[in-house]
Nanobody, 125 residues
């Protein structure tokens, strides 16, 4: 069974930065899609933030384009989301997500099979 574990969340003031990491077990980073979704406070649905396919092509949500960078750390086999210029509206529970096989880096929650427990990000104004 695939297990995903996020880390790096916390509280930060607007304009600050955070680096989220996702470690995966029983999963081949080269043969599927991985990325980040977030659940806004009080909301049920998770919205796509940034996802990357097996060719390292990345899709970003418009509201984070230019501020967030999704990349793979080959040294320890983790997925990293570097978040800069954070805004209060970025406050959410952030989840690492993955799916196996040939896939496109979509930002659709229903396209992903495996999920981590989440890490909280809080951005104050």
């Amino acid at each position: 069974q695939v297990h995903l574990v996020e880390s790096g969340g916390g509280s930060v003031q607007a304009g600050g930065s955070l680096r989220l990491s996702c470690a995966a077990s029983e999963y081949d980073y080269r043969s599927g899609c991985m990325g980040w979704f977030r659940q806004l406070p009080g909301k049920e649905r998770r919205e796509g933030v940034a996802t990357t396919d097996s060719d390292r092509s990345t899709s970003y949500r418009d509201s984070v384009e230019g501020r967030f960078t999704n990349s793979k750390d080959n040294a320890d086999n983790t997925l990293v989301l570097q978040m800069n210029s954070l805004k209060p509206e970025d406050t959410a529970m952030y989840y690492c997500a993955a799916r196996r096989g040939i896939c496109s880096a979509t930002l659709e929650e229903s396209d992903y099979t495996y999920w981590g427990p989440g890490t909280q990000v809080a951005v104050s104004s």
